[in-house]
């Protein structure tokens, strides 16, 4: 349990230090997400997941 609270506390300062150092980057990112068309949205968010898995998958 402490290892998936201390990956959701990374994953939150990471996020955190973005919108502080590039917050006009942030917006320029949500209105690019805005403009995609929803299926090409899914595909992003799968793919990321799927990055994720890989990361897990090669951190263990």
Request: glycine share 8%; no cysteine.
């Amino acid at each position: 349990m402490q290892t998936v609270l201390t990956a959701l506390g990374l994953l939150i300062f990471v996020e955190g230090l973005v919108y502080a150092l590039a917050p006009s980057l942030v917006e320029r990112m949500l209105e690019a997400l805005r403009a995609m068309p929803l299926e090409q949205r899914r595909l992003f968010g799968l793919g990321a997941m799927a990055a994720g898995l890989v990361v897990i998958w090669a951190a263990s």
